[in-house]
């Protein structure tokens, strides 16, 4: 299974002065195609995950994760068919976008000191009623490896 994943770039921001005063990512851009109709996004929300701690595995039987790096790095686990596959995103790593298709187990960790910071757009959207979270089986990967 092809998972889509995308490289967001960042452009500096300038003041008046032609000074860098920050820059802008963006995320979701309507114009780029890389949703297809059925998999645009329904909600965006942020997730914090703490230094040296791992979300999930977890997986969902209704709901397409969408899931980037905004601040700190962070790698996503997916298993597809008994093998991981290895994404990262955040600050080193191009705030890569990756969708996690409905059905497959994935795990988010964290690999900084600080919170990383991650932004989630699924679809459909999360409501608390949902009760679509379901344990995965990830023994055998070695989170302790970068």
Not at 38 to 60: F, R, S
Request: hydrophobic share 35%.
């Amino acid at each position: 299974m092809k998972i889509l994943t995308k490289i967001n770039k960042k452009f500096l921001t300038k003041d008046s002065k032609d000074e860098i005063n920050g820059f802008l990512l963006p995320i979701y851009n309507v114009h780029e195609n890389f949703f297809s109709e059925k998999m645009k996004p329904e909600q965006v929300y942020l997730t914090v995950i703490q230094k040296n701690k791992i979300k999930g595995p977890h997986l969902h039987y209704i709901r397409t994760g969408c899931f980037t790096c905004i601040k700190g790095n962070a790698r996503f686990i997916l298993k597809i068919n008994d093998t991981y596959q290895v994404f990262y995103s955040g600050d080193d790593y191009d705030f890569r976008t990756v969708i996690v298709p409905t059905g497959i187990p994935a795990a988010l960790q964290n690999l900084g000191n600080d919170n990383a910071y991650i932004l989630n757009m699924p679809t459909p959207a999360w409501t608390p009623e949902m009760n679509d979270e379901h344990t995965a089986d990830f023994k055998d990967f070695d989170f302790l490896s970068k």
